[in-house]
């Protein structure tokens, strides 16, 4: 049921798009007739509630046993902490080969964010916590990012703000050279024309020892699988245990899921792309035409495009 309703939410704010008629270009050059951006999710609390339950239910229905929570950079990072709020447990952030503990001490910013509508960070630090203030408050959340993606939507705000919305937003950095604060306050106001509050902090890394502790890691989509194995690689060689990844959303590739089972990673999923399709179907989303296209693409999804007469596009070449 959960899965049926994160299918239904997406499909109705748009964070999953279904165009088989004109597909998109994905980062890996190839037309595919879907687009998915999760992080549309973290923009309404009943929304992220939604996620985080369902994951929630998931680990406890299959009894998987954790020490840590992680998000895999970036898109992870927020489901993540809101799921580590909801099951009680660690959250650690992976940063320049050490792993950090996230630690939620928001005494000092209670009076900044009261009058807010909209809880806004800069990533990936503050992710944390303001993804916990606006739990806390059940408000919008939304993160910028320090330029814009390269592809997609080619936004660097991620999450949904609507026009005069008053944000407040956190800044927390290791180093002051790294801190875009000037450039994420322009972004929101550039997005939705309001005022922006800031907090802005330094803070000091708690590293942590994770040889021996079991991980469960988090990542927003499940498409051709290479970063969530590569990062998850790259956890095991610092001696952390890692044997099962969960996702939001799932396409359900048999050739990628043969990959998550070569690198011996269970992979548990919120939502699948055979769930998407009947509801999408069922509330007239698509129609039996295109339902086609979309259930022949899941089946040959690299072979779709040249097939449909959308070619492959190297993006290696201009």
Request: charged share 25%; aromatic share 10%.
């Amino acid at each position: 049921m959960n899965a049926e309703k994160i299918a239904e939410t997406s499909l109705s704010i748009k964070s999953i798009l279904l165009k088989p008629n004109e597909p998109f270009k994905w980062h890996s050059g190839y037309r595919m007739p879907i687009y998915n951006d999760n992080r549309m999710l973290l923009g309404n609390y009943e929304h992220r509630m939604l996620v985080s339950n369902s994951l929630a239910s998931i680990i406890k229905e299959n009894d998987l046993e954790f020490d840590y929570i992680a998000g895999i950079p970036t898109a992870g990072i927020a489901p993540a902490a809101s799921l580590a709020q909801v099951m009680d447990k660690p959250l650690v952030l992976f940063d320049e080969g050490k792993f950090l503990e996230m630690n939620y001490n928001m005494s000092e910013l209670i009076s900044s964010f009261n009058n807010s509508e909209v809880i806004a960070s800069t990533c990936p630090y503050a992710i944390p916590t303001a993804v916990i203030i606006a739990n806390n408050e059940k408000k919008p959340f939304i993160y910028v990012r320090p330029k814009n993606k390269d592809h997609g939507t080619k936004k660097n705000i991620e999450g949904i703000i609507h026009e005069g919305q008053n944000a407040f937003l956190l800044d927390l950095i290791f180093n002051p050279e790294t801190s875009y604060t000037d450039l994420a306050v322009n972004s929101i106001k550039d997005a939705n024309n309001a005022q922006v509050n800031i907090v802005k902090g330094i803070i000091t890394r708690n590293e942590i020892d994770i040889k021996g502790k079991r991980l469960l890691v988090l990542e927003d989509l499940i498409s051709t699988g290479s970063s969530s194995i590569t990062e998850i690689i790259e956890y095991r060689k610092q001696g952390a245990i890692v044997d099962n990844l969960l996702s939001i959303f799932n396409y359900g590739i048999p050739e990628i899921a043969k990959n998550f089972e070569d690198a011996k990673i269970k992979v548990f999923s919120a939502l699948y792309y055979d769930t998407l399709l009947k509801i999408a179907k069922e509330k007239n989303y698509i129609t039996n035409e295109q339902q086609e296209l979309l259930e022949d693409w899941r089946a040959e999804p690299f072979k779709w495009g040249d097939k449909n007469g959308f070619p492959f596009e190297d993006p290696k070449k201009k």
